[in-house]
């Protein structure tokens, strides 16, 4: 199996080249990893896929998989997607109306000069990978979208591609039928020898997929690790922000170094003192209005502490409640397991507790430092 290595990719679509769609990409696909390509609408990933897949021309760069250059803008090398090894799974199925089951996998197989034998063998095993035998003989039509996907994604790999690529495919199924196939997707991944790489502007689908998540924004990357290290210890404001639900609470602070791993800092109404993980060096020894603290909501404990706000609302699921508190003219979300609510314009006393909070610089966003925090006596 192969790894894929994209070395320098940018691609513009102007011809003014004022715009990159993907700019100065570096990014290295291990063999048989799971790769999320994440990031808001517009940020290069879908761009990002097609150009590692041959169906769109980079600009500049260079694309190998495995031992092959598939692309190189300088030696003028582009091999077509039909010569990659790849298989592409589509947002929409596209799954042959007049055909069944059996007909659409068996399609490909066909076109590849596969024997009549070979190519019955192959859809029995892929029929039984996707639970979907008893589905054989039915047309496209007479099937749900989550049985449509299935299919669409038995036919992708009945070639055995070294690479599966998937553009969204789970955005057309409604929320129970996404978690379904997020589990058979994961499970898939488990039992063949591919690769996948996958798009997706879902976090959730990002973080539960995925071996290593590739996050974009306005065609950068801005950080590329397992989903859990991208969570608790995001590169910059962005990845803090784009990758968490809820969302991550967003404090300014007056902030002033007072050692190699510590600082103080001055918010809603109280001083803090932190200590940091990671050396300070970036952050000066003189008070200035140039830091936002990174607090998640799991870090917000609520009904302990001296710090005090009031309900502002209060979101109950179940399993957990969304709170949000309003403190010093500002709102911070928490987040309390098991099933309790609360009246708006309760009184709150409240904490912050843990040692995953995050200090940034405000101007260039940058991730200074994780650690924990104390009120100052």
């Not at 994440?38 to 998989?65: D, F, Q, V, Y």
């Not at 917000?300 to 409640?321: C, I, N």
């Not at 709150?348 to 430092?369: C, I, Q």
Request: with cysteine; hydrophobic share 40%; proline share 5%.
């Amino acid at each position: 199996m192969p790894k894929i290595v994209l070395e320098h990719i940018t691609k513009r679509f102007d011809k003014a080249g004022t715009h990159n769609a993907v700019q100065d990409l570096n990014m290295v696909i291990e063999d048989r990893e799971f790769i999320t390509l994440l990031g808001p609408s517009g940020c290069g990933k879908t761009t990002t896929l097609r150009m590692i897949a041959g169906l769109e021309t980079p600009t500049m760069g260079r694309i190998t998989i495995g031992d092959t250059v598939v692309f190189d803008s300088e030696t003028g090398v582009n091999i077509s997607p039909a010569k990659r090894d790849i298989g592409f799974l589509f947002q929409n199925y596209a799954l042959w109306p007049h055909m069944t089951v059996y007909q659409n996998i068996s399609f490909g197989l066909e076109n590849l000069g596969w024997t009549q034998e070979r190519i019955r063998k192959r859809v029995e095993e892929m029929l039984a990978l996707l639970q979907i035998e008893t589905f054989e003989k039915r047309y496209p039509s007479e099937l749900s979208g989550g049985q449509q996907q299935r299919v669409a994604i038995a036919r992708t790999l009945a070639p055995a591609p070294k690479v599966l690529f998937m553009d969204e495919p789970l955005s057309n199924l409604d929320a129970k039928l996404r978690l379904e196939m997020r589990t058979e997707l994961k499970r898939l991944h488990a039992e063949t020898d591919s690769t996948f790489v996958y798009v997706t502007h879902d976090q959730l689908e990002a973080m539960t997929l995925a071996t290593r998540v590739c996050l974009m924004n306005n065609g950068l990357l801005q950080q590329y690790a397992p989903p859990l290290r991208v969570y608790n210890d995001p590169a910059n404001l962005f990845a803090a922000e784009f990758v968490g639900s809820p969302t991550i609470n967003f404090i300014p602070v007056s902030a002033r170094k007072t050692g190699m791993h510590t600082a103080e800092f001055s918010t809603l109404g109280r001083t803090f003192l932190f200590e940091g993980d990671d050396s300070l060096v970036d952050l000066n020894d003189t008070r200035r209005d140039n830091a936002v603290l990174g607090v998640r909501p799991e870090f917000v404990h609520l009904e302990e502490g001296v710090m005090k706000g009031q309900v502002y609302a209060a979101l109950p699921s179940g399993m957990e409640t969304i709170v949000q508190l309003k403190v010093e003219g500002q709102l911070l979300t928490s987040v309390k397991f098991g099933g309790v609510d609360y009246n708006v314009n309760t009184p709150m006393y409240f904490t912050f507790s843990g040692s995953g909070l995050l200090l940034f610089d405000k101007e260039s966003g940058r991730k200074l430092a994780k650690g924990s925090v104390k009120l100052k006596e």
